[in-house]
């Protein structure tokens, strides 16, 4: 059983960054996809990026894409996603996730769960 802790969340500005991170608890094997979604309140669960095992590959929601970046440090065994340009529409629970396949967008395809972290963007 893999054990995902998020950390980083908290209250920024509208056009502040932040970074989170995702410990994981077992070594996350170069075959695994790690990435993050996020849920609002009163919306559902949307995704927001993800990387391949080898951290060549990346994938992110429309929304996000030119703002945020994930990466990974696989000897760490941790998943990163840099924020920047943040907007109020990003305030949302961010999960990190670990699939011991390859990269997806559908959260019914990933394995293990992060708690989560709460963004909150004010305008």
């Known amino acids: 059983q893999v054990q995902l802790v998020e950390s980083g969340g908290g209250l920024v500005q509208a056009g502040s960054s932040l970074r989170l991170s995702c410990t994981a608890s077992?070594?996350?094997?170069?075959?695994?996809?790690m990435g993050w979604f996020r849920q609002a309140p009163g919306k559902e669960r949307e995704f927001v990026a993800t990387?391949?095992?080898?951290?060549?590959?990346?994938y992110y929601a429309d929304s996000v894409k030119g703002r945020f970046t994930i990466s990974r440090d696989n000897p760490k065994n941790t998943v990163y996603l840099q924020m920047n340009s943040l907007k109020p529409e990003d305030t949302a629970v961010y999960y990190c996730?670990?699939?011991?396949?390859?990269?997806?967008?559908?959260?019914?395809?990933?394995?293990?769960w992060g708690q989560g972290t709460q963004v909150t963007v004010s305008s």
């Open positions: 990387i391949s095992g080898s951290g060549g590959s990346t």
């Open positions: 077992q070594r996350t094997l170069s075959s695994s996809a």
């Open positions: 996730v670990l699939r011991r396949a390859g990269m997806s967008y559908l959260s019914r395809h990933y394995d293990y």
